[in-house]
């Protein structure tokens, strides 16, 4: 039938190649199963078969991958099964007991070891190797526990020391639903792109191992962090080691990718620094002592004139680390120059502390400004991040490149979302940081498989891959379906939410409607680029010599991708794991905003001397402080 | 059925799960262990998934029927499956929280998709095995095609807009992927992603009304959008649709020019309408967006039958007749549809009068059916339009298939694909391939609408429908009592319409008979007859050696029937093309399906049928109007007849010649795939060239390159001072010194003026060595002489009044500065003395 049945002619036709020994073998493996769920809890009866599953699935693979893999998918069914929102309700008879410190250790773990790595034999690669996973696996176990509380609208897991208490400079960390799967996100890429990157990265290793566990540290820390002073020190220590990153291991033009990078950040993070300094004083002028605590300074009703400025301060910072229109051409630079599990760090995780910036501090010191030009902010994320990054995005010639506007497009949903102010807009945004991170992550990870194996970027380069490397192509259309949001994938359910949070929102006036459309268009353009990527990368028949008989994806890019695919699903499908621990923190910062609002309307908002109001409901107790005069 | 009653309530109504899990479970296994498998295998998981869907949907049919009689006649029955609660938006007047659960439903119209799908879903599974035997990526195809079955059963069986949205993204997916099947040629995948992309346009139109009937009725799932569907209609301006301004603000200052006298607004009915008709336009091949389905021939021919013709194209018509009680509220944009749908028919049916490829007729064929099942839909008859895509399931299906049969014949010697399906090449097939002849003979008499076929009793209620039923607003006189003005439509439309629509139907006749006669009647053209010469075997997995000879050079056996499993299929499927249309003979009086469906369109029928006053003045019409379609049925065949049969083609090729450039235009489609190219995809491209340029050039450019270079100006500047050279650094060093010296040496008289509560004092600058003396009271003398140390004056004003105070400074080297400050505020005229400050 077909003149193009060439490609994939290895199939034996008539071959039955599953024989009995498979059959019994899995019967058995069932049965195991099955005794242990009835014995044990029903819960592995799922996680076995979705381990079997895996295991099965990747029978093109060593045995110690199968396994992986399959190890992988029962977590995965194993989260799904536990986290299930009957399964909690069911079990959440007795609280969960709240360790003050588990922050610290989220944060130490990771620094801790990152000072141990320097005294490590810079010789002994395995070594440094496996322990860094080992330092890592173990954070993302110690963030294990966190799944297990119910986020609710308040605080969690806080802890309030004083360190520099002078100048009001605490040591405060604590989570609430906004940074709780950012946190998760967090630990649980990091060991992901780590594992890729140790297949391409072979020199320095020591020096990279060390910057990958500073840079966790620094974004777990800058996540938790709820002293503005402390979130200012982990926001600037989170930028060295990728700044590093990207300028040792990256491409041909990386250090000036890299300098790039480190100049815009900095720019706007010393304006926020300002704008920290100057609230802390203000803060103090009106309540005695300064305080760089947020829900002290959340307290401050600060003039318009004032509030704009400090506002713009902070915006520009987060703006800039978006990034968005038109501070944001840092990023593709960034990514085209940075290595693959920096890219993918660099997407999945520190990208969202702008949009977490936004959420947590624009909307939480200064809600009046925040909503005065929050339709401004909503217009450039449609405009400038939805539609203009998209259109540039299908010019992008290089693959990485393209995924990286990408990104400019995707985090332009999650502003609009934001500032939206509405409860669906808000969740919607949470949750389309956290399916970024997975679809982009993902794709970043596929487009450095690609990038190891030609040490080429450019489309015109590839045609054909399809029939070189199939499985591979699977994943690749996977991810690429999730970065469209087909329904069924994560990509979707967060586009949706927002799309109609936008429209419904109030905040927004009579932009609301054409700023939902915007945003709507956007779907069709994200198609447009993708599948144009797709078709000039994978389909047609093979043009170029160099990609005949390339590899497929290897062990280690298998396990590291089945994590991400496996979650791609589980947002798409079961959202609701993940939205009943946003939605109480989304509730509450809307409302607070609204209370501000109806306290000092628009578009006056607050005149004459700074005021302090009451301490939020929600607010953790303000600590104790030992009267020193 | 009792047992089933008891294991599946109504409300969890599990089987409906199953019926969707099947499919999946195939294509999860054929894609996964498919080339481990083998053949027999897959085709054995495929089959299986399918038979046991079909049995499975059977099953809850016949449950559905009994569980719809026991409710009593005309009444509205449902089965649903909540798989498990989704997510939740935003929506409604308030904002409130929309929950989007995973839940499937059947009633009495998805109740007859579901059968649709899996049947003929079975049959063409079968056939495919056949068909797709020599195919290397035989398990990736039948995992795409069982991945489809499930997307397509998600969309009809899902109990909100949502879940419907996941079937008919999964859908456009499984297309793409389907299309793009032997992605080894670029034109393939170039198709597919073609598909992919005009269907996300649609998809923007659906997502829009996705949002404006979840803001508008605060519901997404079928019976909350019912309940609150007239909040689409409330007269209020804040229940419209602002057009312009955008949004319903007002244009002030520079803008103000672009204010309206009348602001333009539309209901929100006639909006969410509009958009979801967008998406159908998109799904369903409608203009302006039918351009993919033409080229989504690439792929595998049963493919095309299902997807591109049975089932998944329907879609479109499926929504409409879903959501049919928000479409009525719109007169509007039920017009739209009908006159979209009716220039579908038409224009899609003259691209097809002089098509060569077998595949490319069938697919313009399918658009222009399409057209007609939306003016169907469009004029308010959902029970026909609904009916017509029922049964073009059935005969278009076996069209595909039996044109698959034939090139499937022509390429074990032509292997070239455009040759194989050109109907220049084939001729005379009649007699080698039986059973596919006389099924595609069937098949093409019930869609040309010969009388008592399938085809005549569809198409002759829609187009009666299309003349006698104008639609109407349904609160039209309520709203006119308020004095609000609602759009109506011309009386013209319908007869218009019906003309469009008889038209069509005459082309319909003709172009298919062309078909027919050129494929199975005459010469067989394709190569010549005889022993082959060379016995070498000549598969369809040694293609890849360029052979992309015409023909062979040399005889070769006859074409040959199909086997079993491809015919079958092509039997039973007739066999519904010929009879399916009983279920629904209007003109007799006899309507099972009618009835059936009578609850689903009840509402807006009822809406439809106040206003109008009934439609039973206009049954007397039935039979007359029912002549136009007979006569298009007999005018179309009969001149296919006379210029293929009787003059050999002879009449066809002189036309072709006196018309050439009309005749090169229609071969060439009108030319629309260049308009799109020109003007949309080109402005898009062009914009995005623009964007990407600006970015580069202006945005990086001036943010990050000009202040770069700012920085390296500074730099070089002041590089060039930095030379290092001992003699250059001590005269700056000396001028420097010289520089703060003269600071230093020479007076600075500065005051500051602070004023606390009416008093005031005037604080000069500190200084070393600074001796004062001031002139407090402003009469130009300096109070004393001498140079004293009072640093701070206090001056006290009377209240509106100003005073002039001058400070005079000496330092320690007798050199002496002064400076003079007015003190107070000065009153204004008319403002009062009290509060001014």
């Not at chain 1, 170029?544 to 979650?567: H, Q, T, W, Y």
């Not at chain 2, 244009?251 to 333009?264: D, E, I, N, T």
């Not at chain 2, 050279?725 to 420097?736: C, K």
Request: charge should be neutral; aromatic fraction near 12%.
């Amino acid at each position: 039938m077909s003149a193009h049945s060439e490609v994939q002619a290895t199939e034996r036709p008539g071959a039955f190649d599953i024989g009995l020994p498979d059959i019994l073998f899995t019967a058995l493996a069932v049965a195991v199963i099955a005794a242990l769920g009835a014995y044990t809890d029903p819960a592995w009866v799922p996680a076995g078969i979705a381990g079997l599953f895996g295991f099965a699935a990747v029978h093109a693979y060593d045995k110690t991958t199968r396994i992986s893999v399959g190890a992988i998918a029962a977590l995965c069914a194993l989260f799904v099964v536990k986290m299930w929102p009957t399964a909690v309700s069911l079990t959440g008879g007795e609280p969960v007991v709240e360790s003050p410190t588990q922050l610290s250790w989220l944060i130490g773990l990771p620094l801790g070891g990152a000072i141990f790595m320097l005294f490590m034999p810079r010789q002994a690669h395995g070594l440094l190797k496996n322990l860094t996973l080992g330092i890592m696996v173990l954070t993302f176990a110690a963030s294990l526990p966190l799944l297990g509380v119910a986020m609710g609208s308040g605080y969690h897991f806080d802890q309030n020391l004083a360190w520099i208490p002078q100048f009001g400079i605490r040591y405060h960390v604590a989570l609430d639903g906004v940074s709780y799967w950012l946190v998760l996100l967090t630990t649980f890429s990091v060991p992901l792109a780590t594992f890729v990157s140790f297949g391409s990265i072979h020199t320095r290793l020591k020096d990279w191992v060390f910057s990958l566990l500073l840079l966790e540290a620094g974004m777990i820390g800058a996540f938790v962090a709820l002293d503005l002073f402390l979130f200012y020190v982990f926001w600037e220590l989170m930028l060295i080691p990728m700044y590093v990153m990207i300028g040792v291991w990256g491409g041909s033009d990386r250090v000036k990718a890299a300098v790039k990078f480190f100049l815009y950040t900095m720019f706007g993070s010393v304006l926020m620094l300002a704008a920290i300094l100057y609230l802390a004083y203000a803060y103090g002028k009106v309540a005695g002592a300064p305080s760089f605590d947020y829900f002290d300074l959340q307290r401050l009703v600060l003039p318009r004139s004032t509030q704009v400025w400090l506002w713009a301060a902070f915006a520009l910072s987060f703006l800039i680390k978006v990034p968005m229109w038109p501070v944001h051409t840092w990023l593709p630079d960034a990514h085209t120059e940075a290595p693959t599990a920096g890219s993918m760090l660099l997407a999945a995780v520190m990208l969202k502390l702008g949009t977490y910036g936004y959420l947590r501090f624009c909307l939480g010191l200064f809600p009046e400004a925040s909503i005065e030009w929050g339709i401004n902010l909503a217009a450039v994320a449609v405009c400038g991040g939805i539609l203009y990054a998209a259109l540039c995005e299908w010019q992008q010639t290089d693959l990485k490149r393209l995924v990286a506007y990408s990104s400019v497009a995707h985090l332009g949903y999650v502003m609009l979302g934001i500032f939206s102010m509405t409860q669906a807009g808000v969740e919607g945004a949470v949750l389309q940081m956290v399916n970024h991170g997975m679809s982009t992550g993902a794709l970043f990870l596929l487009v450095g498989v690609l990038y190891d194996r030609r040490h080429t970027r450019q489309l015109a380069d590839f045609g054909g891959i399809a029939s070189q490397m199939p499985i591979y192509t699977v994943m690749f259309i996977i991810a690429t379906m999730a970065s469209v949001g087909l329904p069924g994938t994560n990509g979707f359910i967060g586009e949706f939410m927002v799309i109609t949070g936008t429209a419904a929102s109030l905040r927004l006036g009579h932009f609301a409607g054409i700023q939902a459309v915007g945003a709507a268009l956007g779907v069709v353009l994200g198609a447009l680029y993708m599948l144009t990527a797709v078709q000039k990368v994978f389909f047609g028949p093979v043009t170029k010599k160099e990609n005949e008989g390339l590899p497929d994806m290897n062990s280690r890019e298998i396990i590291g991708i089945a994590p991400l695919v496996a979650f791609i699903f589980i947002l798409g499908l079961a959202p609701n794991l993940f939205l009943q621990s946003i939605s109480g923190a989304t509730t509450r910062i809307i409302r607070d905003v609204n209370e501000r609002l109806d306290a000092s309307p628009p578009p006056e908002f607050h005149r004459g001397v700074p005021k302090l109001l009451n301490r939020r409901p929600e607010a953790p107790a303000a600590p104790v402080v030992a009267e020193t005069k | 059925m009792h047992l089933l009653a008891s294991l599946f309530p109504n409300d969890r109504f599990g089987l409906l799960g199953l019926i969707i899990a099947l499919p999946l479970l195939g294509a999860i296994v054929n894609g996964i262990w498919g080339r481990r498998l083998g053949r027999q295998a897959v085709t054995a998981m495929a089959l299986t998934v399918m038979g046991l869907a079909f049995s499975a949907a059977l099953v809850t049919f016949l449950h559905l029927r009994e569980v719809a009689h026991e409710a009593g006649h005309g009444s509205h029955v449902r089965l649903a499956w909540t798989a498990w609660e989704w997510f939740h938006t935003a929506g409604g007047r308030s904002a409130h929280n929309i929950p989007i659960d995973l839940r499937f439903s059947v009633d009495q119209l998805s109740g007859i998709m579901m059968l649709v799908i899996t049947g003929i879903g079975f049959l063409i599974h079968l056939y495919s095995s056949s068909y797709m035997a020599d195919d290397a990526s035989f398990s990736r195809f039948f995992a795409y095609l069982n991945l489809f079955v499930t997307s397509m059963l998600i969309l009809v069986l899902g109990d909100n807009l949502v879940v419907l949205f996941i079937g008919w993204e999964g859908v456009g997916l499984c297309s793409y992927l389907l299309i793009g099947f032997w992605f080894g040629k670029l034109e393939n995948a170039a198709a597919g992603r073609k598909a992919f992309i005009a269907n996300r346009i649609g998809d923007f139109g659906l997502i829009i009304g996705m949002f404006l009937i979840a803001q508008y009725t605060g519901a997404l799932d079928w019976d909350g959008i019912a309940r609150n569907a007239q909040q689409l209609l409330a007269p209020s301006a804040a229940a419209r649709v602002h057009l312009w301004p955008v949004g319903g603000g007002v244009y002030q200052g520079f803008w103000s020019f672009l204010q309206p006298a009348h602001p333009l607004t539309i209901s929100a009915a006639t909006a969410a309408s509009l958009a979801l008709f967008l998406g159908c336009t998109g799904k369903s091949a409608q203009l302006p967006l039918y351009v993919w389905l033409p080229d989504a021939m690439a792929g595998p021919t049963p493919v095309s039958a299902l997807i591109h013709a049975a089932t998944m194209v329907t879609a479109g018509v499926y929504l409409i007749c879903r959501l049919n009680f928000v479409f009525v509220l719109s007169p509007f944009a039920m017009t739209v549809i009908a006159v979209v749908g009716a220039l579908t028919a038409l224009f899609a049916a003259t691209i097809a009068l002089v098509q060569n490829d077998v595949k490319k007729v069938l697919a313009y064929s399918t658009v222009s059916q399409l057209g007609f099942m939306f003016l169907g839909v469009g004029v308010g008859a959902f029970t026909a339009g609904f009916f017509h895509v029922f049964t073009h399931a059935f005969f278009k299906a076996c069209l595909f298939l039996g044109a698959g049969s034939v090139i499937h014949s022509m390429h074990a010697h032509i292997h070239d694909d455009v040759a194989s399906q050109d109907m220049r090449n084939m001729g005379g097939l009649k007699k080698y391939m039986p059973v596919t002849f006389a099924t595609f003979a069937v098949s093409t008499l019930a869609i040309i609408g010969t009388p008592l076929t399938s085809g005549f009793f569809s198409k002759d209620e829609i187009l009666f429908k299309a003349f006698t039923s104008p639609a109407v607003h349904p609160f039209a006189e309520k709203l006119a009592q308020r004095g609000l003005g609602v759009w109506k439509q011309p009386t013209w439309i319908g007869p218009t319409l019906y003309v469009i629509g008889v038209i069509a139907a005459t082309m319909t006749a003709f172009y298919m008979c062309r078909a027919l006669f050129l494929t199975f009647f005459g010469e067989f053209k394709g190569w010549e007859i005889g022993e082959a010469k060379h016995d070498h075997a000549h598969g369809h997995d040694d293609h890849g050696h360029g052979h992309d000879d015409h023909g062979h050079h040399g005889p070769a056996p006859a074409p040959h029937e199909s086997p079993w499993q491809m015919t079958l299929p092509l039997v039973v499927l007739a066999f519904g093309a010929l009879f399916g249309g009983w279920l629904n003979a209007a003109p007799f009086h006899f309507e099972p399906l009618g009835e059936w469906l009578e609850p689903v369109f009840e509402r807006s029928v009822k809406l439809g049928v106040e206003v109008v006053g009934g439609e039973e003045h206009a049954h007397h019409l039935m039979w007359p109007l029912a002549g136009g379609g007979i006569a298009a049925f007999a005018v179309g065949s009969a001149i296919a007849y006379w210029m293929y049969i009787a003059q050999k083609g002879e009449p066809a090729k002189k036309i072709a010649e006196s018309n050439k450039a009309l005749h090169q235009l229609l071969l060439d489609k009108w030319r629309v795939d260049e308009f799109y190219g020109a003007t949309v995809l080109g402005v898009t491209e062009a914009t995005a060239e623009t964007c990407a340029a600006v970015d580069q050039g202006i945005v990086d450019g001036l943010l990050a390159r000009a202040t770069a270079a700012t920085v390296a100006a500074g730099g070089f500047v002041l590089r060039a001072m930095h030379t290092g050279l001992f003699h250059v650094q001590g005269a700056a060093m000396v001028l420097g010194i010289a520089g703060f010296g003269w600071f230093f040496i020479a007076p600075h008289a500065d005051v500051a003026v602070n004023e606390l509560s009416g008093t005031y004092t005037v604080q000069a600058a500190p200084g070393i060595g600074y001796a004062y003396r001031w002139d407090a009271d402003g009469d130009g003398k300096f109070d004393s002489d001498r140079f004293g140390d009072q640093r701070v004056l206090a001056v006290s004003v009377e209240q509106g009044k100003t005073k002039q105070v001058r400070l005079e400074v000496k330092n320690v080297f007798g050199l002496t500065g002064t400076t003079s400050v007015t003190v107070g505020t000065e009153a204004k005229k008319g403002a009062t003395v009290v509060g001014l400050r």
